[in-house]
Nanobody
Framework: QVQLVESGGGLVQAGDSLRLSCAAS????????MAWFRQAPGKEREFVGF????????YYADSVKGRFTICRDNAKNTMYLQMNSLKPEDTALYYC?????????????????WGRGTQVTVSS
């Protein structure tokens, strides 16, 4: 399994931007579908976005569409989440996840590797 480490979280104000990174170990990153999820206090983990192996196609939750962008650099084994126009409701622990087979899914059960998360806190 690929090992994942998120970074880039922090405390920002509403309207600010933040970029998260997800660094992956191993030589199979380019063959891996990747996604971001988040979990707010007292809530279930929810899907944020998904990117295909080559990075040509992305999918987003309605709540972040138009504000968040996912991209990846397979040469660096890294995926990114650019978050703009942040809102207090974006406050959560953000996780990256990897999926080796299949295709697009927003179901966390479809992902076999997870990072430990990076905290994003947006103040009003």
């Amino acid at each position: 399994q690929v090992q994942l480490v998120e970074s880039g979280g922090g405390l920002v104000q509403a309207g600010d931007s933040l970029r998260l990174s997800c660094a992956a170990s191993g030589r199979t990153f380019s063959n891996t579908f990747m996604a971001w999820f988040r979990q707010a206090p007292g809530k279930e983990r929810e899907f944020v976005g998904f990117i295909t192996r080559g990075g040509s196609t992305t999918y987003y939750a309605d709540s972040v569409k138009g504000r968040f962008t996912i991209c990846r650099d397979n040469a660096k084994n890294t995926m990114y989440l650019q978050m703009n126009s942040l809102k207090p409701e974006d406050t959560a622990l953000y996780y990256c996840a990897a999926r080796r087979t299949g295709s697009y899914t927003s179901d966390e059960a479809g992902f076999c590797s997870w990072g430990r998360g990076t905290q994003v806190t947006v103040s009003s």
